[in-house]
């Protein structure tokens, strides 16, 4: 898989057996890591000229700027979402910690499993943040699993396929295809597989490219090459077109 469908993740970690022991583990997850910094200064270096998407960072590095230092000067550039990893548990410093809004602050020695959570509710909580005031996120559906199984960022998905995120660009999305709780997201390449209705998926996710033309579909509209009264194509897949989302369809295109 190439980096770029990976949600991309700096380390900032002195220690160094410790540090490639998480960096191989986030790995073997289906993450990217970016790099591993030992300073402040390094971290900088890297963030600068990489994407990253989160930033997993220790408080006691080397160099003149301890990790929460090192913190405010990388969110300082652009916001991300940030996660401690620290045996440090005084008062003083999570106070300090506490003033660069961490997603988490996960005590040394960690769990893997509490770090994977930690990881995909920081992605997922910093993207509810970064919604416009005006955007509502719809509550889970009963019935669906408590983890989330797709997140939003500006205008690319990361769903979950087995332990990993895998991104998505909206734009190259084709249709989605619902079966019972479970949606296929078809694009020129891949299918993806979700735990989680077609409704679900369009109700909380911003996606206003996509439309429903079906009980059973939605479609990129700007993907699609020709429709009548009864279906549409993309490429060389034919869709139907129900009579009770048709007026929808219609009206999706004065918006474009």
């Known amino acids: 898989m190439i980096s770029d469908e990976r949600i991309h993740i700096l380390l900032v970690e002195d220690e160094g057996i410790l540090a490639m022991e998480l960096s191989d583990s986030l790995e073997a997850d289906g993450?990217?890591?970016?790099?591993?910094?030992?300073?402040?200064?390094?971290?900088?270096?890297?963030?600068?000229?990489?994407?990253?998407?989160l930033l997993l960072c220790d408080i006691t590095i080397k160099g003149d700027w301890d990790g929460i230092e090192t913190v405010r000067r990388l969110t300082a550039e652009r916001p991300i979402p940030v996660i401690y990893?620290?045996?440090?548990?005084?008062?003083?410093?999570?106070?300090?910690?506490?003033?660069?809004?961490?997603?988490?602050?996960?005590?040394?020695?960690?769990?893997?499993?509490?770090?994977?959570?930690?990881?995909?509710?920081?992605?997922?909580?910093?993207?509810?943040?970064?919604?416009?005031?005006?955007?509502?996120?719809?509550?889970?559906?009963?019935?669906?699993r408590d983890r989330e199984t797709i997140l939003q960022i500006n205008d690319h998905?990361?769903?979950?396929?087995?332990?990993?995120?895998?991104?998505?660009?909206?734009?190259?999305l084709l249709y989605l295809e619902a079966d019972n709780v479970y949606t296929t997201l078809i694009t020129g390449n891949r299918k993806y597989v979700i735990r989680l209705t077609l409704s679900g998926i369009l109700e909380r996710m911003n996606l206003p490219s996509l439309v429903r033309i079906h009980r059973s579909y939605a479609v990129n509209i700007h993907k699609v090459d020709s429709f009548n009264d009864t279906e549409l194509s993309i490429g060389t897949q034919l869709l139907p077109l129900s009579r009770s989302y048709k007026e929808e369809f219609l009206q999706r295109f004065n918006h474009y």
């Open 31 to 53: 993450y990217f890591i970016v790099g591993i910094a030992n300073n402040g200064r390094k971290a900088l270096d890297l963030f600068q000229r990489q994407r990253v998407d």
């Open 157 to 172: 998905l990361f769903v979950k396929q087995n332990y990993q995120f895998v991104k998505i660009n909206v734009d190259d």
């Open 85 to 144: 990893l620290t045996a440090l548990t005084d008062r003083e410093t999570l106070e300090r910690a506490k003033q660069t809004y961490p997603a988490a602050y996960v005590n040394k020695p960690y769990q893997l499993a509490s770090l994977r959570t930690a990881i995909e509710l920081a992605i997922h909580n910093f993207n509810q943040r970064s919604k416009p005031v005006s955007a509502v996120a719809a509550p889970l559906e009963k019935g669906t």
